[in-house]
C-alpha cells in the first residue's frame, strides 16, 4: 500500500486538510496524519469539528463507503513514531496548512516535534516534500525561510486557491486547491480539473 504523510499545523485554512485527506481516502493510500497541538483548536475553532471527531467521522465514512484508503493516527510529541525514522518508506509529506513557524523550524533544522523531524527526513532521503504555507503579508524571514526550504527540495505550495474552475462553495474552493495538491504525487482525484484551452 501507498504510504503518505499528511501533516496539520495551526495556520488558517484547517478545511483545507479535512478535503486533502478525505480525497486520499478514495484511493489506495495509508495515511499518516499528525496534528500539531495548535493545529486541533484552530480546526476546532474554525470547522466547529475537534481531531477525535473528525477521525471518528472519517474512520465511518471509510467502512459505510468501503473506501480503499487508511488512516493511521501519529502524535506530534512522539519521536518513537515509525514515520520519524528514514528506514519506513513512504511516498512523501504533505504539511496542509503549513505556518510560517513550521516552515521556519524546518528550514532551521530546529524543531523538536514529530513533524519537523518527519519532513527533515524527507528532505535528507529525497523524497517529496509539499508545504502548503499560509501567511499574509510574508515577511522577509518568511521569505528567507521558504527560499532556502525550496533550494533543499521542499515544493512550496502556497495556500492560495484559483477560481477560474469557479468554485460555488468554500467547500469546493479548498477541494479544488487540495486536490491539485496532490497531482506531484501522481495522485488525480475526482475534482482535479485539468485547463483545456477550450475552456
Ligand atoms: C486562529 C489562528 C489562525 C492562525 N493563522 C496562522 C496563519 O495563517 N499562518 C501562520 O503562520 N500562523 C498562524 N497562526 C499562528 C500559529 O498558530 C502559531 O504560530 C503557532 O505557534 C504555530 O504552531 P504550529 O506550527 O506548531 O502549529 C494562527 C493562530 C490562530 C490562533
Not at 163 to 185: D, M, Q, V, W
Request: charged share 25%.
Amino acid at each position: 500500500m501507498r504510504r503518505i504523510i499528511a501533516a496539520v499545523t495551526g495556520a488558517s485554512g484547517s478545511i483545507y486538510a479535512v478535503k486533502l485527506i478525505e480525497a486520499l481516502m478514495q484511493a489506495d493510500i495509508e495515511i499518516h496524519l499528525v496534528f500539531s497541538d495548535t493545529a486541533k483548536k484552530v480546526m476546532l475553532y474554525e470547522t466547529k469539528e475537534s481531531l477525535p471527531d473528525l477521525a471518528e467521522r472519517l474512520d465511518k465514512r471509510i467502512k459505510s463507503d468501503n473506501l480503499p484508503g487508511r488512516i493511521i493516527h501519529h502524535e506530534n510529541s512522539n519521536m518513537f513514531s515509525s514515520i520519524a525514522s528514514g528506514s519506513f518508506r513512504t511516498e512523501g509529506m504533505i504539511i496542509i496548512p503549513c505556518t510560517m513557524a513550521c516552515a521556519g523550524r524546518i528550514a532551521s533544522c530546529s524543531g523538536s516535534a514529530l513533524i519537523e523531524r518527519t519532513a527533515d527526513v524527507c528532505l535528507k532521503e529525497k523524497r517529496p516534500l509539499v508545504l502548503a504555507v499560509r501567511e499574509t503579508p510574508l515577511n522577509l524571514v518568511h521569505l528567507k525561510n521558504l527560499t532556502s526550504l525550496c533550494e533543499a527540495g521542499a515544493v512550496i505550495y502556497p495556500a492560495m486557491p484559483s477560481f477560474y474552475s469557479k468554485p460555488e462553495t468554500i467547500g469546493e474552493l479548498a477541494e479544488n486547491f487540495s486536490s491539485r495538491i496532490l497531482e506531484p504525487f501522481g495522485i488525480l482525484t475526482k475534482n482535479y480539473k485539468e485547463w483545456s484551452e477550450n475552456e
